[in-house]
């Protein structure tokens, strides 16, 4: 795992995404999905579809989730669990492939209204909507459910991108601190009457719908609140509510009577029950993934080597086998502060001299490491672009004799020395030692300097103090994105204005005025696909710059028992769409 | 069942079948031989000697002389768990022991046959008490409820001079002090009444005031039960007074043997003269009295070749005997054998004008 | 030995308190010497200062660590009061605080993993006790024998094996080819004693074999060196059977250095075994051990520790008045 916040997303979706979330306006999906089997059958198409209801659904888990509290929650399997028991606004939609990406209309009638000036969404509330406990879901709830995220002292661990945009100035301290007696203090959010939520913003802000599709925006009933312990039994507005929960040890959903499926296009709800055994070691789960005996490893990123080679070397094994995107990319950033690296020259040496294919190597090789990248948009983004290879990478190849004419360019033929920054935490000093190796071929002398995981986003190479310091003129990262647009996953790593003193994403310092200006402009884009547009010229331009040496999409190889109905990869996810597994043998 | 390295004029190696034997016990050319790694040990090799009932037998020697492993072989005690091989006959009462059934023996040991060990503090069993220990040499015998054999113990105890023993059974032997331990050691040992009793340096381990009150205990005993008894020593002293009979061993043989007056008062053989010079006598100054063999005891698995004592004999070679090449027999005619090459007369003057002045 | 007892629980109670000032200190402290406070490992990923500044105040950070530390002694005497966002939650004594990351009082969550460390390790100790014991003691009577020579580079596989490869190697064939036993989760023994029983078999022998064989390789050497002691030949002299001879007063012996190691071992056990209960997807207090530090969750681990300590400091305790009532040559005093 890369980076602080990381919801994954993924899938092999290729190509701009018409994207049309939340926004108003559906786009047409098949009624009938695609049916496949074999390996890699659930990147693209329903496996086993059916509607057969009734079974339990067993999962497993190599550790606990990070908290049950939909507020809590930054696990992307916590987001995918979700699902079960947590309804929002508009959710994503229950569709393989690039469908998936698209936000509906949950427990709000429809997409939100926008207003003209994209300062103001309206949503307005179906009826019906219910609390496990019969109670009647209401606006209120939703606004109170947001207003829990303020309430970092208590409520922490979530994402927190509702304060950034909501807040505005207001300091907000959450409900339990709101002097508000009805804890309703927060002014950016209004609840007219039981049925409408309307939030205003300072600046337009296109993706604000995929904000409250994250389990946080959902509806908590204050008077079920119990704070720090809402984890331990959270409110259900979904087709499951949990049963029992021991943290560290299992959880069990059942099926919630006060969910009407009449109101929920999303959900399937084909299980009777379900279990979750947490905290079970790796190989086990794989074991009892290929004994059947578990029905899927929740944390989708891969099997163990040990069910890696009775994968790829038993055809009927790997039938049952996918080999889907995350949604992290791993990438060098090459800093503009750093000597000799502020001559793009220099960066573009780099570029050139960096061997993609031992960089793969490192990582696992194309099935559990990924493919080769080659610039920094994952397939799955909306405005991803495979052709763009300005550097002429995707062979992998080292071009010994362009990095050379490059090295000249920089006024350095004989190369120069510099420092690569590294976590020692799992492939990732043997990925450092991979470009030094390759480094060393056009005379460039690259030192590694290994640092503590846990502080190596947040100061070392979040710290642009730090790196002039310690003079890191290129800095191993990944990244994965909490929604899946040019916005939610690049923004962050190349917006000159928010480079931070700590905890700073974006390491190589690239301040370019024309690329913060085509942001603003994406930005405020209400419409995905000229957004996406953007985009695919923002990472144009970032990857001309040279800053960014992109070199693996990341891949997991996953094992799905065959007894599982209605299997497939989900978008947002870049794993299997847990709420609409079913067991075939009813078991 | 004898090996045909025997070197002993007297082995029954064939021929009439064997005798019963008149004497109480009778041992008959015994051998014990470990098999270890760095070769054959022949702790004992030879050993032939009749004891009768209420009669005392001591057996001198230094230590490693095969003492121990001798009255260790008459309890058939290398039976269990050993490299050792066991040769000869051992008559008890009329019964060969050797070739008896091993369940049998173990039955006359402790009850039959006692012995009395050394070192009173490591042989007896630091985690039970005195008293257990002494019921359970009885019941084993003697079956019978456990306060019966507790009285009895008690009265043993009472026997061999401890003082408050209905208090002091109920100590462990580490609360008994080293004289008191060999009394209660001595008390286990007779509890059932053994028709022979083996002393194995029964006061080597005990300070010299001690000594005296122990082997004056062990007499008592001897008379009061009319036991046979072996005292085993490296202290011919000690010998001499208890003794009616004299053996000395050296390198796993006995190289003299007779009454305790010939062996203590007319030695023949040089290395029981050595003992005699090396015995401490009251009647001397310390730094006199001590005249210690010159060498090491002999290795018992390569034992020198000729007479083993020749490496540290002062009359090897005397006169040009040849002690380096030819083996001493122990003679068989006469009631004073020794195993010495020297001519009877010759030791006879070499004892009388030079070593006994000495002394 | 009341009295000696009684001190002795006193030093006991004294070195829990030691023991837990020093866990205490290392935890609170050192990640604050390493530069990430506690308060940001709480907060979670996004460690926004404003999420950080209120945490340290609400988790008592901002006090000094005695203040912090004389808190949570008055947790563990009396019980403590927290504020759990919309109210404040009584946590009664003894409380060790909750778990930064499930919000769980760590108490409680100990007490209910207790069980299944309980199961294990006790499970485990009978079966390498027994089979230890044995077989060091058949390898001792035929010493040099095959016998002997297959105990002994069995107990030396034991020995250098880890957990994690026994482990997972019984289970890919017990479970998974031979299908002798089924993957069960633990079931409480209250529940359903069979089911208990199969769940725990695995990882008993797994644990057992570990263990059995430094049993087997102690008791050999001990019996050999007791078989030469003066009193066992004593005690063969005195016409004793030879069955009573080795059951009696050879393993009298053997038993004392074996309860000293076994006392520790168990007591160590207790506290939880990280490895077996890994492998096996035991939820123990070693699983909840490694999963807390995996997860930075001070307050479980200083609640594991002490707890761990605490069979620690017992064991000890025990196995030094089991000594003196085997050896009656140590004085309790
Ligand atoms: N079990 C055994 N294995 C090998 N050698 C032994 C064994 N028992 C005794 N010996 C050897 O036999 C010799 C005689 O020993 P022992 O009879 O104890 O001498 P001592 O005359 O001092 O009692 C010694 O050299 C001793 O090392
Ligand atoms: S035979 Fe020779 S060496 Fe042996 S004791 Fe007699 S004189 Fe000494
Ligand atoms: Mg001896």
Redesign the interface.
Known sequence: MAR???VLVATSVIGALALTAGCGGTSKTPTTPPKASGYNAALNAVVNPSTAKGGTLRMANP??I??FDPA?T?YAWGWNMNRFYTRNLVSYDSKVGEAGLKLVPDIAKEAGKVSADGLTYTYTLKDNIKFNDGSVVTSKDIKYGIERIF??????????YLIDFLDQGQRYPG??KDSDPAKMGLKSVETPDDKTIVFKLKEPFGDFPYLLAMPGAGPVKQSA????????KPMSTGPYMMDSY????SAVFVRNPNWDPATDPIRKALPDRIEL?L???S??ID??L??G?VDIDTAQVGVQQAAQTKIQLDPAVKANADNPVTGFIRYFSISTQVAPFNDIHCRKAVQYAADKVALQTARGGPEAGGDIATNMLPPNIAGHDPKLDPFNTKSGKPQIDKAKEELKLCGKPDGFKTVIAVRNRGKEPACAEALQQALKAVGIDASIEQS?P??YF??TIGSPDNVHKKGYGIMTAGWGADWQTGYGYLQILIDGRSILPS?NNNYAELNDSEINSLIDKARAEADPTKAAAIWNDINKKVMDTATMLPFVYDKALNYRNPRLTNVYIHSAFGMLDFQALGVSDGK | MTTGLSTSAEAYTAGPPPRVPAAFLEVRDLRVHFQTDDGLVKAVDGLTFNLERGKTLGIVGESGSGKSVTSLGILGLHRTRSNARVSGEIWLDGEELISADPEHVRKLRGRKMAMIFQDPLTAMHPYFTIGAQIIEAYRTHHGGSKSAARRHAIDMLNRVGIPQAAKRVDDYPHQFSGGMRQRAMIAMALVNNPELLIADEPTTALDVTVQAQILDLIRDLQDEFGSAVIVITHDLGVVAELSNDILVMYGGKCVEYGSAPDVFYRPEHPYAWGLLGSMPRIDQEVRDRLIPIKGAPPSLIHLPSGCAFHPRCQYAEHNGIPCRTVVPDLPKDTDHPVRCLLPVPERRRIFSQEIAPKL | MIAYILRRLVTAAIMLIIISMVTFGIFFIAPKA???DPAVL???????D??IA??K??LGFDQPLYVQYGRFIKGIVVGRDF?????V?HCPAPCFG??F????EVWP?LM?RLPVTFSLAIGAAVIWLVSGVLAGMISALRKRSIVDRMVMVIALAGISLPIYFTG?LA??VF??KLQWFP?V?YTPFFHNPALWAQALILPWISLAFLYAATYARLTRATMLETLGEDYVRTARAKGLQERRVIGKHVLRSVLTPIVTVFGLDLGGLLGGAILTE????L?GLG??AI?AI??QDLPIILGVTMFAAFFIVMANLVVDVLYAVIDPRVRLT
Request: glycine residues 12%; aromatic residues 8%; charged residues 25%.
């Open positions: 602080g916040r990381k550790s606990d990070d908290s809590r930054y309430a970092q002292d208590v409520l922490s661990g979530g994402p927190t409900p339990y609140d119990t704070g720090e312990k809402y984890a331990n021991e943290p560290g040890k055994a905290g079970v070691e190989n086990e074991n009892r290929l004994a005996t503590d846990a502080l947040r100061s905890g | 390493t530069g990430t709480f907060v979670g990923k996004i460690a926004d404003r999420a209120a945490t105040i609400k504020d759990s966002g919309p109210d939650t909750y778990s990351k499930t919000d769980q969550l209910s997972l289970q890919a479970v998974y993957a989760n890994t492998v096996f997807t939820h699983k909840l999963d995996g997860q």
